[in-house]
């Protein structure tokens, strides 16, 4: 799979995907490999396929929305508590810490793009598992208010780290606040020179500075000068 900068976009969304889905893989997130070429002078970014062996044979694919049996128009309805509790009908894996590393990324990088299709299960030998995370792509629009698309816990979209803790909470992960904070830290710590060392430019990445510093501010113990 593959995806080419448009001249409409107001940054490089081939760069910046890269860059967000490389530092979830190194938050523990699952994510799909990417790679980053250039064919004529434009970037690409090609994802690898998740969902076909090396024979090329296609393994079955759900995706949450199918799961979920939702609508395109109720989505954001949907929690990632209750996607916990349906994929633990579905597979013998437990999913929960899962969930919740890519439910405090999209809150740290702001991908509001979570919609339910943008989650999905694949069958290994007739058994379900949680698919790779896939389109991961930091918003750079700045609020006083940010959500996801899904809520974190029932009925509950706010995309604040405290959300992410009482879901994780409540999908009975013991150490839920150990594991938001530590990705929080490495976030703050590591973002701007991860996004550097892939070839986002400084303009691309003061877009992102003030979206991605509020993270800092919630404690007075992570303040950070990003210039």
């Keep these: 799979m593959g995806y080419l900068t448009q001249r409409s976009d107001t940054l490089n969304v081939c760069r910046c995907e890269h860059a967000a889905m490389t530092l979830a893989g190194k938050l523990g997130v699952h994510v799909a490999d990417t790679q980053l070429v250039q064919i004529q002078g434009q970037d690409v970014l090609l994802v690898q396929r998740f969902d076909r062996d090396a024979n090329n044979n296609r393994y079955p694919f759900l995706s949450a929305l199918t799961l979920s049996e939702r609508s395109e128009m109720d989505f954001m309805h949907e929690s990632y508590v209750n996607l916990n509790t349906i994929s ?64 974190l816990t029932v009925g509950n979209r706010d995309a604040t780290l ?60 992570y303040m950070y000068n990003f210039r």
């Excluded at 740290?108 to 995370?133: K, M, Q, T, V, Y």
């Excluded at 973002?191 to 430019?201: I, P, R």
């Design 88 to 151: 633990a009908g579905l597979s013998h894996i437990n999913h929960a810490e899962e969930w919740l590393r890519r439910m405090t990324y999209n809150v740290l990088c702001n991908n509001d793009d979570d919609h339910l299709r943008n989650h999905g299960f694949i069958a290994h030998n007739g058994a379900w598992e949680l698919s790779p995370a896939y389109d991961i792509m930091p918003h750079a629009m700045q609020g006083e208010t940010y959500r996801l698309a899904i809520g």
């Design 162 to 221: 405290e959300n992410a803790i009482a879901a994780g909470q409540a999908m009975v992960i013991a150490n839920a606040e150990e594991i938001v904070n530590h990705m929080r830290d490495t976030f703050i710590q590591t973002w701007q020179s991860h996004f550097v060392d892939v070839g986002v430019d400084s303009e691309d990445i003061k877009k992102f500075e003030r979206i991605f510093q509020r993270h800092a501010d919630c404690d007075s113990a």
